[in-house]
C-alpha cells in the first residue's frame, strides 16, 4: 500500500539543509481527493516525497475546532474560542409593574414600567424632557422597595429599601442619569412623593433651581422640590432640606 502521510505545513517546502549538504524535494500537487467526516472539501496540498502536506489554516478552516495566527514571529494555535469583547450590560427584560410600598426583588426602575400608586392610579415611567431624569414631576419613588443586601455569610440580612436610605449593593446598575447606585442614597421629597437618587437629584438643582431669591426662610419653591434657606436653595428632599422644613413647621 501505498504509504500516505498527512502533515501541515504554512507554505510549500522547496528544499532543506542538513549536516551541511542540500537535499533537494520534488513538490506536486496533491492529486488525492479530501472528504471531512462524509464530505468532499477542496484544500490545496502538496505532495513532498511520498507524503501529503496541507496549509494549516487550511485544514483549520476546514475541520474546525482550532485557529491559526501569527503574532511577534511566532506561528500560534489555539483550540479555545476566541474571547469576545467585553459588552455593557444589556437590559432585555420586558417592562415590569411597580406597585407603591411592596417590596420587589427586581431592578432599579426603567422607563416605560408602571407604578401602581396606593389608590390605584397607574403612572408609566418616562423621562423628563428638561432634565432626562426618570419620573421626575411624576410624583412617584419607584425604586423604594427593592430588595437590598446588608453584610456577609451568615450575618448577611436582605430588606426593602426605604425612604432615605442607602442602597448598599452594587447589583442595581446605573440610575437614569447614568450614575452608579452601590452605596447610594435614595431621598424623597416629603411634599411631593417624588423620589430620584442623589445623581439624579443633582441634575434635577443644576436645571431647575430657582433662578430668582427667595424672599423669607422656608419658603417652598414653585415644584415644590427647593426650599429657601436665608441664602440658597436647598433640595427639599436632601437630608438639610428635611431639616430646614422641619424647623419651619415647628416653630410655624
Known amino acids: 500500500m501505498k504509504r500516505f502521510t498527512?502533515?501541515?505545513?504554512?507554505?510549500?517546502i522547496v528544499c532543506s539543509?542538513?549536516?551541511?549538504?542540500?537535499?533537494?524535494?520534488?513538490?506536486?500537487?496533491?492529486?488525492?481527493?479530501?472528504?471531512?467526516?462524509?464530505?468532499?472539501?477542496?484544500?490545496?496540498?502538496?505532495?513532498?516525497?511520498?507524503?501529503?502536506y496541507f496549509?494549516?489554516?487550511?485544514?483549520?478552516?476546514?475541520?474546525?475546532?482550532?485557529?491559526?495566527?501569527?503574532?511577534?514571529?511566532?506561528i500560534t494555535i489555539s483550540t479555545q474560542a476566541e474571547p469576545s469583547e467585553p459588552s455593557e450590560p444589556t437590559n432585555t427584560d420586558e417592562a415590569i409593574t411597580i406597585y407603591e410600598g411592596q417590596p420587589r426583588d427586581n431592578?432599579?426602575?426603567r422607563e416605560g414600567d408602571t407604578f401602581v400608586k396606593a389608590d390605584g392610579t397607574q403612572i408609566v415611567l418616562k423621562k423628563d424632557e428638561v432634565t432626562g431624569v426618570l419620573g421626575y414631576g411624576q410624583g412617584v419613588a419607584p425604586d423604594v422597595g427593592i430588595m437590598d443586601d446588608l453584610g456577609q455569610g451568615d450575618q448577611m440580612t436582605t430588606f426593602p429599601?426605604?425612604?432615605n436610605n442607602r442602597l448598599n449593593t452594587d447589583k442595581y446598575g446605573n440610575d437614569s442619569t447614568g450614575t452608579?447606585?452601590?452605596?447610594?442614597?435614595?431621598?424623597?421629597?416629603?411634599?411631593?412623593?417624588?423620589?430620584?437618587?442623589?445623581?439624579?437629584?443633582?441634575?434635577?438643582?443644576?436645571?431647575?433651581?430657582?433662578?430668582?431669591?427667595?424672599?423669607v426662610f422656608g419658603e417652598i419653591s414653585e415644584d415644590k422640590n427647593f426650599i429657601w434657606d436665608d441664602?440658597?436653595?436647598?433640595?427639599?428632599?436632601?437630608?438639610?432640606?428635611?431639616?430646614?422644613?422641619?424647623?419651619?413647621n415647628t416653630h410655624q
Do not use: Q
Not at 520534488?26 to 472528504?35: G, K, L, S
Open 6 to 12: 498527512l502533515g501541515f505545513i504554512i507554505g510549500g
Open 17 to 52: 539543509a542538513l549536516t551541511g549538504f542540500a537535499v533537494e524535494y520534488a513538490v506536486t500537487a496533491n492529486p488525492f481527493p479530501i472528504r471531512v467526516d462524509g464530505i468532499e472539501k477542496s484544500i490545496e496540498g502538496y505532495n513532498i516525497n511520498d507524503s501529503t
Open 55 to 74: 496549509k494549516l489554516r487550511d485544514i483549520a478552516d476546514a475541520v474546525g475546532g482550532f485557529t491559526v495566527g501569527f503574532t511577534n514571529n511566532t
Open 107 to 109: 431592578r432599579l426602575a
Open 161 to 163: 429599601l426605604k425612604p
Open 180 to 215: 452608579w447606585t452601590a452605596a447610594s442614597f435614595y431621598d424623597v421629597n416629603p411634599l411631593t412623593g417624588e423620589g430620584h437618587w442623589d445623581g439624579e437629584w443633582s441634575v434635577i438643582a443644576i436645571k431647575t433651581r430657582p433662578k430668582t431669591r427667595g424672599t
Open 231 to 248: 441664602d440658597v436653595w436647598v433640595c427639599l428632599a436632601s437630608e438639610n432640606g428635611h431639616s430646614i422644613l422641619e424647623y419651619v
